[in-house]
């Protein structure tokens, strides 16, 4: 065990020289330390490896992983089996890939969070929001899932159909929120969802 005044403990078994900054990334990093190869990163952990960060501050790391994983400072663990073809690994890390991490983000986050992550997933990997919703269905039941239809832009969805709607100027103005940068898209939408 590293002990002593140049080492400090992130989780169990996991310690950082003293002055190292301790980013989400270095946090993720170590959090899949801690599962030993027994789970994945998922939720904004994943988003921010796979470069498209959209975290709010202080967000903690998150693992994915089908055993019980002990609750730590600075970690969300959550139990879940994920399909194989909704994990990848990147840089010797599995993690969730960019439609499962906005499938879970879009359900598991309040709603303008859901949005700037989605947001920040499409507009990265190119994911379409219409596959999240996809996604949504072979996961029938799965908590928070009510939530996405408010999350994936109704515009998207249209386009899929091939079908044309008039577009009301809330609809409007929350598309201009998206394609942004992720702080200026919870301004946007924050204003937007106080009528503004």
Known sequence: MLRGPRFRRLFPDVYV????EVDRAL???AAYLLVDGRGALGGHSA???LGADCAPVGAPAEIVS???????PGLIARQDRI???ELQEL????VTTPVRTAYDLGRRTPLVE????????SHVHGVDPHEVLVLARRHLGSRGSAQLPQVVPPSSTQRFRGRRRRTSRHDQAARKA???DPERCRVLLAAISRGR
């Open 83 to 85: 399909p194989p073809d």
């Open 17 to 20: 020289p003293v002055h190292a």
């Open 91 to 94: 840089g010797g890390l599995v």
């Open 114 to 121: 859901a949005v700037v992550a989605v947001d920040a997933l």
């Open 178 to 180: 998206r394609h942004s």
């Open 66 to 72: 089908p055993h019980r994983v002990r609750r730590h």
């Open 47 to 49: 988003a921010e490896l």
């Open 27 to 29: 946090l993720s990093r």
